[in-house]
Protein backbone atom coordinates (compact mmCIF):
# COMPACT_ATOMS: atom_id res chain seq x y z
CA UNK A 1 0.00 0.00 0.00
CA UNK A 2 3.11 2.30 0.96
CA UNK A 3 4.15 1.94 -2.61
CA UNK A 4 1.13 2.94 -4.41
CA UNK A 5 0.52 5.72 -2.40
CA UNK A 6 3.93 7.18 -3.33
CA UNK A 7 3.27 6.20 -7.46
CA UNK A 8 -0.16 7.65 -6.91
CA UNK A 9 1.08 10.53 -4.90
CA UNK A 10 3.83 10.66 -7.85
CA UNK A 11 1.91 10.71 -10.98
CA UNK A 12 -0.75 13.05 -9.18
CA UNK A 13 2.49 15.89 -8.89
CA UNK A 14 4.49 15.14 -12.41
CA UNK A 15 2.06 13.45 -14.61
CA UNK A 16 -1.65 14.40 -13.23
CA UNK A 17 -2.88 13.29 -17.04
CA UNK A 18 -1.92 9.54 -16.56
CA UNK A 19 -2.96 10.05 -12.91
CA UNK A 20 -6.14 10.66 -13.90
CA UNK A 21 -7.08 7.82 -16.30
CA UNK A 22 -6.53 5.63 -12.94
CA UNK A 23 -4.59 2.90 -14.79
CA UNK A 24 -2.20 2.44 -12.10
CA UNK A 25 -4.89 1.50 -9.64
CA UNK A 26 -6.84 -1.00 -12.56
CA UNK A 27 -3.84 -1.87 -14.43
CA UNK A 28 -2.75 -4.33 -11.23
CA UNK A 29 -5.95 -5.28 -10.37
CA UNK A 30 -6.60 -6.44 -14.10
CA UNK A 31 -3.05 -8.03 -14.08
CA UNK A 32 -3.38 -9.88 -10.52
CA UNK A 33 -7.01 -11.23 -11.68
CA UNK A 34 -6.03 -12.21 -15.02
CA UNK A 35 -2.66 -14.06 -13.34
CA UNK A 36 -4.82 -15.57 -10.31
CA UNK A 37 -7.90 -17.11 -12.85
CA UNK A 38 -4.75 -18.34 -15.53
CA UNK A 39 -2.74 -20.28 -12.65
CA UNK A 40 -5.72 -21.34 -11.27
CA UNK A 41 -6.52 -23.19 -14.58
CA UNK A 42 -3.27 -24.46 -14.50
CA UNK A 43 -3.10 -25.80 -11.44
CA UNK A 44 -6.34 -27.82 -11.86
CA UNK A 45 -4.67 -29.97 -14.80
CA UNK A 46 -6.21 -32.31 -17.70
CA UNK A 47 -5.46 -35.70 -18.72
CA UNK A 48 -5.49 -37.00 -21.94
CA UNK A 49 -8.60 -38.95 -21.24
CA UNK A 50 -10.85 -36.03 -19.95
CA UNK A 51 -12.98 -34.10 -21.90
CA UNK A 52 -11.67 -31.35 -23.65
CA UNK A 53 -11.67 -28.33 -21.13
CA UNK A 54 -14.55 -25.93 -22.62
CA UNK A 55 -13.55 -22.27 -23.52
CA UNK A 56 -17.08 -20.91 -24.30
CA UNK A 57 -18.35 -21.42 -20.96
CA UNK A 58 -15.40 -19.62 -18.89
CA UNK A 59 -15.76 -16.57 -21.24
CA UNK A 60 -19.19 -16.28 -20.70
CA UNK A 61 -18.88 -16.55 -17.02
CA UNK A 62 -16.18 -14.09 -17.39
CA UNK A 63 -18.27 -11.37 -18.76
CA UNK A 64 -20.33 -9.65 -16.06
CA UNK A 65 -17.25 -9.78 -13.77
CA UNK A 66 -15.30 -7.55 -16.35
CA UNK A 67 -17.91 -5.50 -17.15
CA UNK A 68 -18.20 -4.77 -12.99
CA UNK A 69 -14.19 -4.44 -13.28
CA UNK A 70 -14.77 -1.63 -17.05
CA UNK A 71 -18.07 0.44 -14.80
CA UNK A 72 -16.05 0.37 -11.42
CA UNK A 73 -13.02 1.46 -13.45
CA UNK A 74 -14.97 4.22 -15.80
CA UNK A 75 -17.26 5.81 -12.37
CA UNK A 76 -13.80 6.24 -10.45
CA UNK A 77 -11.75 7.51 -13.48
CA UNK A 78 -14.61 9.63 -14.41
CA UNK A 79 -14.63 11.89 -11.53
CA UNK A 80 -11.37 13.75 -12.43
CA UNK A 81 -11.73 15.48 -15.72
CA UNK A 82 -9.26 18.15 -16.95
CA UNK A 83 -11.49 19.29 -19.93
CA UNK A 84 -14.99 20.02 -18.36
CA UNK A 85 -13.02 21.90 -15.54
CA UNK A 86 -12.31 24.16 -18.39
CA UNK A 87 -8.03 23.02 -18.74
CA UNK A 88 -6.82 23.03 -21.89
CA UNK A 89 -5.03 19.73 -21.95
CA UNK A 90 -2.08 19.57 -24.81
CA UNK A 91 -2.43 17.54 -27.54
CA UNK A 92 -0.03 14.67 -26.83
CA UNK A 93 -1.79 14.54 -23.30
CA UNK A 94 -4.94 13.62 -24.95
CA UNK A 95 -3.56 10.49 -26.97
CA UNK A 96 -1.97 9.13 -24.02
CA UNK A 97 -5.41 9.30 -22.33
CA UNK A 98 -6.74 7.14 -25.49
CA UNK A 99 -4.26 4.62 -24.97
CA UNK A 100 -4.42 4.72 -21.20
CA UNK A 101 -8.10 3.82 -22.23
CA UNK A 102 -6.88 1.32 -24.64
CA UNK A 103 -4.78 -0.30 -22.10
CA UNK A 104 -7.55 -0.74 -19.61
CA UNK A 105 -9.99 -2.69 -22.57
CA UNK A 106 -7.00 -4.60 -23.40
CA UNK A 107 -6.50 -6.06 -19.74
CA UNK A 108 -10.13 -6.52 -19.62
CA UNK A 109 -9.39 -8.45 -22.61
CA UNK A 110 -6.85 -10.80 -21.10
CA UNK A 111 -8.90 -11.46 -18.12
CA UNK A 112 -11.82 -12.65 -20.48
CA UNK A 113 -9.09 -14.86 -21.91
CA UNK A 114 -7.25 -15.92 -18.74
CA UNK A 115 -9.15 -19.79 -18.78
CA UNK A 116 -9.15 -19.88 -22.62
CA UNK A 117 -5.13 -19.37 -22.76
CA UNK A 118 -4.74 -21.62 -19.62
CA UNK A 119 -6.81 -24.60 -21.16
CA UNK A 120 -4.39 -24.48 -23.87
CA UNK A 121 -1.35 -24.75 -21.80
CA UNK A 122 -2.97 -27.14 -19.84
CA UNK A 123 -3.53 -29.48 -23.33
CA UNK A 124 -0.01 -28.98 -24.59
CA UNK A 125 1.75 -30.05 -20.87
CA UNK A 126 -0.44 -33.04 -21.18
CA UNK A 127 0.39 -34.51 -24.63
CA UNK A 128 3.73 -34.64 -25.89
CA UNK A 129 3.88 -33.80 -29.81
CA UNK A 130 6.13 -36.81 -31.05
CA UNK A 131 3.51 -38.92 -28.59
CA UNK A 132 0.71 -37.46 -30.62
CA UNK A 133 2.49 -37.96 -33.93
CA UNK A 134 2.74 -41.57 -32.85
CA UNK A 135 -0.92 -42.27 -31.92
CA UNK A 136 -2.70 -40.79 -34.88
CA UNK A 137 -0.81 -42.96 -36.95
CA UNK A 138 -1.52 -45.84 -35.25
CA UNK A 139 -5.16 -45.12 -35.22
CA UNK A 140 -5.19 -44.67 -38.89
CA UNK A 141 -3.62 -47.44 -39.72
CA UNK A 142 -5.70 -49.81 -37.79
CA UNK A 143 -9.15 -47.67 -37.99
CA UNK A 144 -10.46 -50.45 -41.36
CA UNK A 145 -9.51 -53.41 -39.30
CA UNK A 146 -11.07 -52.24 -35.97
CA UNK A 147 -14.25 -50.60 -37.21
CA UNK A 148 -14.85 -52.13 -40.96
CA UNK A 149 -14.45 -48.98 -42.89
CA UNK A 150 -13.28 -50.33 -46.11
CA UNK A 151 -14.35 -53.86 -47.85
CA UNK A 152 -11.83 -56.69 -45.49
CA UNK A 153 -10.63 -60.10 -47.43
CA UNK A 154 -9.76 -62.72 -45.37
CA UNK A 155 -7.85 -64.96 -47.57
CA UNK A 156 -7.25 -68.31 -47.65
CA UNK A 157 -3.98 -68.38 -46.82
CA UNK A 158 -4.68 -66.35 -43.22
CA UNK A 159 -3.51 -63.09 -44.88
CA UNK A 160 -5.86 -59.81 -44.84
CA UNK A 161 -6.76 -57.51 -47.79
CA UNK A 162 -8.02 -54.30 -47.48
CA UNK A 163 -7.75 -50.35 -48.15
CA UNK A 164 -6.30 -47.93 -45.02
CA UNK A 165 -8.75 -45.38 -43.83
CA UNK A 166 -8.17 -42.34 -41.40
CA UNK A 167 -9.52 -42.12 -38.07
CA UNK A 168 -8.17 -38.83 -37.51
CA UNK A 169 -8.28 -36.56 -40.75
CA UNK A 170 -5.51 -33.91 -42.18
CA UNK A 171 -5.29 -30.64 -40.63
CA UNK A 172 -6.99 -29.00 -43.94
CA UNK A 173 -6.60 -25.68 -42.67
CA UNK A 174 -2.81 -26.35 -43.22
CA UNK A 175 -3.04 -28.28 -45.87
CA UNK A 176 -5.40 -24.99 -47.78
CA UNK A 177 -2.43 -23.02 -46.89
CA UNK A 178 -0.06 -25.20 -49.19
CA UNK A 179 2.04 -26.45 -45.80
CA UNK A 180 2.33 -30.20 -45.93
CA UNK A 181 4.78 -30.46 -44.11
CA UNK A 182 3.30 -31.49 -40.87
CA UNK A 183 0.32 -33.55 -42.25
CA UNK A 184 2.86 -35.51 -44.41
CA UNK A 185 4.00 -36.68 -41.13
CA UNK A 186 1.13 -38.48 -40.34
CA UNK A 187 -0.95 -38.87 -43.06
CA UNK A 188 0.71 -41.28 -46.16
CA UNK A 189 -2.05 -42.65 -48.54
CA UNK A 190 -1.83 -46.10 -48.90
CA UNK A 191 -3.57 -47.82 -51.76
CA UNK A 192 -4.87 -51.39 -51.04
CA UNK A 193 -2.44 -53.61 -49.14
CA UNK A 194 -2.37 -57.52 -47.75
CA UNK A 195 -0.77 -58.24 -44.81
CA UNK A 196 -0.36 -61.03 -42.47
CA UNK A 197 -2.92 -62.13 -39.66
CA UNK A 198 0.20 -61.23 -37.26
CA UNK A 199 0.69 -57.73 -38.93
CA UNK A 200 -2.99 -57.10 -38.47
CA UNK A 201 -3.22 -58.04 -34.69
CA UNK A 202 -0.14 -56.30 -34.03
CA UNK A 203 -1.39 -53.12 -36.12
CA UNK A 204 -4.98 -53.72 -34.13
CA UNK A 205 -2.91 -53.38 -30.56
CA UNK A 206 -1.29 -50.54 -31.62
CA UNK A 207 -4.96 -48.96 -32.47
CA UNK A 208 -6.41 -50.13 -29.25
CA UNK A 209 -3.28 -48.45 -27.06
CA UNK A 210 -3.54 -45.13 -28.47
CA UNK A 211 -7.59 -45.11 -28.70
CA UNK A 212 -7.72 -45.80 -24.70
CA UNK A 213 -4.89 -43.08 -23.98
CA UNK A 214 -7.71 -40.41 -24.85
CA UNK A 215 -10.97 -41.95 -23.47
CA UNK A 216 -12.28 -43.74 -20.47
CA UNK A 217 -14.39 -45.58 -22.62
CA UNK A 218 -12.12 -47.90 -23.43
CA UNK A 219 -12.21 -50.93 -25.83
CA UNK A 220 -11.24 -54.25 -23.58
CA UNK A 221 -11.47 -57.00 -26.10
CA UNK A 222 -8.10 -58.21 -27.49
CA UNK A 223 -6.71 -57.39 -31.29
CA UNK A 224 -7.25 -61.32 -32.30
CA UNK A 225 -10.74 -61.24 -31.13
CA UNK A 226 -11.58 -58.08 -32.65
CA UNK A 227 -10.22 -59.55 -35.68
CA UNK A 228 -12.36 -63.32 -35.57
CA UNK A 229 -15.34 -60.87 -34.80
CA UNK A 230 -14.68 -58.82 -37.91
CA UNK A 231 -13.87 -62.08 -40.13
CA UNK A 232 -17.39 -64.28 -38.84
CA UNK A 233 -19.12 -61.04 -38.96
CA UNK A 234 -20.27 -61.11 -35.39
CA UNK A 235 -18.80 -57.65 -34.62
CA UNK A 236 -20.36 -54.94 -32.98
CA UNK A 237 -19.20 -51.06 -33.93
CA UNK A 238 -20.29 -49.64 -30.53
CA UNK A 239 -18.58 -52.89 -28.43
CA UNK A 240 -15.79 -50.80 -29.59
CA UNK A 241 -16.91 -47.41 -28.44
CA UNK A 242 -17.89 -46.73 -32.29
CA UNK A 243 -21.66 -45.95 -31.70
CA UNK A 244 -22.08 -42.10 -33.19
CA UNK A 245 -25.64 -41.31 -31.85
CA UNK A 246 -23.94 -42.71 -27.97
CA UNK A 247 -22.20 -38.78 -27.96
CA UNK A 248 -18.76 -39.35 -25.71
CA UNK A 249 -19.56 -42.96 -25.17
CA UNK A 250 -18.55 -43.37 -29.24
CA UNK A 251 -15.11 -42.67 -31.21
CA UNK A 252 -16.01 -39.64 -32.63
CA UNK A 253 -14.88 -38.20 -28.35
CA UNK A 254 -11.73 -39.82 -29.51
CA UNK A 255 -11.61 -38.19 -33.00
CA UNK A 256 -12.31 -34.79 -32.18
CA UNK A 257 -10.28 -34.72 -29.21
CA UNK A 258 -7.31 -35.62 -31.50
CA UNK A 259 -8.20 -33.37 -34.10
CA UNK A 260 -8.19 -29.83 -31.56
CA UNK A 261 -5.26 -31.26 -29.94
CA UNK A 262 -3.60 -31.56 -33.54
CA UNK A 263 -4.59 -28.20 -34.45
CA UNK A 264 -3.36 -27.24 -30.86
CA UNK A 265 -0.30 -28.51 -31.13
CA UNK A 266 0.01 -27.26 -34.90
CA UNK A 267 -0.20 -23.98 -34.29
CA UNK A 268 1.61 -23.56 -31.01
CA UNK A 269 -0.65 -20.85 -29.60
CA UNK A 270 -4.16 -21.28 -28.90
CA UNK A 271 -5.83 -21.05 -32.50
CA UNK A 272 -7.85 -17.77 -32.62
CA UNK A 273 -5.62 -16.27 -30.97
CA UNK A 274 -2.70 -17.14 -33.05
CA UNK A 275 -4.62 -15.56 -35.98
CA UNK A 276 -4.23 -12.33 -37.43
CA UNK A 277 -7.76 -11.27 -37.92
CA UNK A 278 -8.61 -11.96 -34.10
CA UNK A 279 -6.49 -9.32 -32.83
CA UNK A 280 -7.69 -7.23 -36.17
CA UNK A 281 -11.04 -6.91 -34.95
CA UNK A 282 -10.39 -7.28 -31.27
CA UNK A 283 -8.13 -3.85 -31.22
CA UNK A 284 -10.60 -2.11 -33.33
CA UNK A 285 -13.43 -3.04 -30.96
CA UNK A 286 -11.44 -1.80 -28.18
CA UNK A 287 -10.14 1.03 -29.95
CA UNK A 288 -14.13 2.13 -30.74
CA UNK A 289 -14.37 2.00 -26.93
CA UNK A 290 -11.66 3.79 -26.19
CA UNK A 291 -12.77 6.94 -28.32
CA UNK A 292 -16.41 6.63 -26.83
CA UNK A 293 -14.59 6.70 -23.26
CA UNK A 294 -12.15 9.72 -24.66
CA UNK A 295 -15.36 11.02 -26.14
CA UNK A 296 -17.26 11.14 -23.10
CA UNK A 297 -14.71 13.34 -20.77
CA UNK A 298 -15.01 15.77 -23.73
CA UNK A 299 -18.86 15.86 -23.80
CA UNK A 300 -21.50 17.14 -21.69
CA UNK A 301 -23.09 14.23 -20.41
CA UNK A 302 -26.47 15.00 -21.35
CA UNK A 303 -25.58 15.81 -25.03
CA UNK A 304 -23.12 12.86 -24.68
CA UNK A 305 -25.89 9.87 -23.29
CA UNK A 306 -27.95 11.07 -26.78
CA UNK A 307 -24.64 10.42 -29.02
CA UNK A 308 -24.33 7.42 -27.03
CA UNK A 309 -28.08 6.41 -27.90
CA UNK A 310 -27.70 7.39 -31.66
CA UNK A 311 -24.33 5.26 -32.10
CA UNK A 312 -26.59 2.24 -30.57
CA UNK A 313 -29.58 2.69 -32.94
CA UNK A 314 -27.41 2.68 -35.55
CA UNK A 315 -27.18 -1.12 -36.26
CA UNK A 316 -31.45 -0.89 -36.14
CA UNK A 317 -31.58 1.98 -38.39
CA UNK A 318 -29.44 -0.37 -40.86
CA UNK A 319 -32.03 -3.53 -40.84
CA UNK A 320 -34.89 -0.66 -40.98
CA UNK A 321 -32.78 0.64 -44.19
CA UNK A 322 -31.76 -2.55 -45.64
CA UNK A 323 -35.51 -4.09 -45.85
CA UNK A 324 -36.94 -0.66 -47.61
CA UNK A 325 -33.53 -0.84 -50.06
CA UNK A 326 -33.76 -4.81 -50.58
CA UNK A 327 -37.33 -5.28 -50.29
CA UNK A 328 -39.56 -2.53 -50.88
CA UNK A 329 -37.51 -0.75 -53.49
CA UNK A 330 -36.57 -4.15 -55.31
CA UNK A 331 -33.27 -3.19 -55.53
CA UNK A 332 -30.83 -5.64 -57.66
CA UNK A 333 -28.23 -4.04 -59.59
CA UNK A 334 -25.34 -1.77 -58.29
CA UNK A 335 -26.88 -2.68 -54.70
CA UNK A 336 -23.09 -2.52 -53.44
CA UNK A 337 -22.40 1.50 -54.95
CA UNK A 338 -25.98 2.36 -54.00
CA UNK A 339 -25.90 2.01 -50.34
CA UNK A 340 -22.64 3.27 -49.97
CA UNK A 341 -23.84 6.33 -51.65
CA UNK A 342 -26.54 6.28 -48.94
CA UNK A 343 -24.08 5.96 -46.65
CA UNK A 344 -21.65 8.77 -47.95
CA UNK A 345 -24.56 11.07 -47.91
CA UNK A 346 -25.17 10.78 -44.15
CA UNK A 347 -21.64 11.41 -43.57
CA UNK A 348 -22.19 14.51 -45.75
CA UNK A 349 -24.81 15.22 -43.94
CA UNK A 350 -23.48 14.95 -40.05
CA UNK A 351 -20.69 16.71 -41.23
CA UNK A 352 -22.47 19.67 -42.22
CA UNK A 353 -24.82 19.73 -38.65
CA UNK A 354 -21.55 19.58 -37.07
CA UNK A 355 -19.84 22.32 -38.85
CA UNK A 356 -22.79 24.46 -38.74
CA UNK A 357 -23.10 23.73 -35.14
CA UNK A 358 -19.50 24.56 -34.56
CA UNK A 359 -20.06 27.95 -35.96
CA UNK A 360 -22.66 28.81 -34.65
CA UNK A 361 -22.69 31.46 -31.24
CA UNK A 362 -25.42 29.39 -29.18
CA UNK A 363 -25.27 26.09 -28.14
CA UNK A 364 -26.62 23.81 -31.22
CA UNK A 365 -27.50 20.55 -29.43
CA UNK A 366 -28.21 18.74 -32.43
CA UNK A 367 -24.65 19.76 -34.34
CA UNK A 368 -23.13 18.78 -30.51
CA UNK A 369 -24.45 15.38 -30.75
CA UNK A 370 -23.65 15.08 -34.31
CA UNK A 371 -20.28 15.44 -33.75
CA UNK A 372 -19.65 12.76 -31.61
CA UNK A 373 -21.47 10.13 -33.99
CA UNK A 374 -19.55 11.60 -37.28
CA UNK A 375 -16.10 10.89 -35.14
CA UNK A 376 -17.09 7.76 -33.84
CA UNK A 377 -17.74 6.17 -37.08
CA UNK A 378 -15.09 7.89 -39.37
CA UNK A 379 -12.38 5.24 -39.27
CA UNK A 380 -15.44 3.41 -41.27
CA UNK A 381 -15.41 5.99 -44.28
CA UNK A 382 -12.53 4.24 -46.31
CA UNK A 383 -15.13 0.87 -46.38
CA UNK A 384 -17.97 2.80 -48.13
CA UNK A 385 -15.60 4.86 -50.31
CA UNK A 386 -14.25 2.36 -52.27
CA UNK A 387 -17.26 0.40 -52.23
CA UNK A 388 -19.08 4.02 -54.03
CA UNK A 389 -15.42 4.82 -56.18
CA UNK A 390 -14.21 1.24 -56.91
CA UNK A 391 -16.23 -1.78 -55.65
CA UNK A 392 -15.93 -4.97 -57.17
CA UNK A 393 -14.21 -3.71 -60.67
CA UNK A 394 -10.83 -3.39 -58.94
CA UNK A 395 -11.93 -6.53 -56.58
CA UNK A 396 -9.79 -9.17 -58.72
CA UNK A 397 -6.62 -7.37 -58.87
CA UNK A 398 -6.62 -7.12 -54.58
CA UNK A 399 -6.22 -10.37 -52.54
CA UNK A 400 -8.84 -10.29 -49.75
CA UNK A 401 -6.23 -9.58 -46.92
CA UNK A 402 -4.81 -6.48 -48.91
CA UNK A 403 -8.26 -4.94 -48.85
CA UNK A 404 -8.83 -5.77 -45.06
CA UNK A 405 -5.07 -4.21 -43.83
CA UNK A 406 -6.05 -1.21 -45.99
CA UNK A 407 -9.14 -0.69 -44.08
CA UNK A 408 -7.92 -1.32 -41.08
CA UNK A 409 -4.87 0.89 -40.67
CA UNK A 410 -6.84 3.37 -42.77
CA UNK A 411 -9.53 3.17 -40.02
CA UNK A 412 -6.77 3.49 -36.86
CA UNK A 413 -5.52 6.18 -38.76
CA UNK A 414 -8.15 8.35 -38.99
CA UNK A 415 -9.57 7.64 -35.82
CA UNK A 416 -5.73 8.71 -34.08
CA UNK A 417 -6.37 12.21 -36.39
CA UNK A 418 -10.29 12.54 -35.43
CA UNK A 419 -8.81 13.01 -31.80
CA UNK A 420 -6.83 15.91 -32.75
CA UNK A 421 -9.42 17.09 -35.55
CA UNK A 422 -12.90 17.02 -32.91
CA UNK A 423 -11.05 18.39 -29.84
CA UNK A 424 -11.15 21.84 -30.87
CA UNK A 425 -14.62 20.88 -31.70
CA UNK A 426 -15.70 19.56 -28.48
CA UNK A 427 -14.14 22.65 -26.75
CA UNK A 428 -15.62 25.50 -28.22
CA UNK A 429 -19.42 23.39 -28.16
CA UNK A 430 -18.46 23.13 -24.11
CA UNK A 431 -17.67 26.83 -23.59
CA UNK A 432 -21.02 27.64 -25.79
CA UNK A 433 -24.25 29.37 -23.78
CA UNK A 434 -27.63 27.73 -24.43
CA UNK A 435 -30.32 29.16 -26.45
CA UNK A 436 -32.75 31.17 -24.30
Request: charged residues 15%; aromatic residues 20%; hydrophobic residues 45%.
Amino acid sequence: MKLFKKLDNYLLHHYPSIWITRIHSFLPIGVGIAGLLYLITLTIGWSPKDEMPQDLIPIVLMIIPVLIYLVYWFVFQSRYNIAKSGINMPIRFEYLNFFSYLLVFFMALLIISAIPLANYQKVKNAVNEEELIADIKNLNAGNALVNGESEIIYNPDGSITYYPTDFVYPDYYHMYNYDYSYTNEIYDPVAETTISRNKAEQIVSAYLKSYNKYTHHEINKSASQILLENESGNYQYDDYGYDYYSGYESSWEVQNKLSQIQARMYYGWYSEYSEPWFWKIAMGILAFLSILVWTFKQMKLRQFVFGFIAICLTPLFIAIAGVIIFEVMQLRYNEEEFIAGVVLFFYVLFAFLSIRGFKQGTLNNLGYIMTMYLQFFLPLLPIFLWLFFIGDSHYYYDTEENLINMFYWSGWFIGLVGIFLFKPMYSKFRSLPSKN
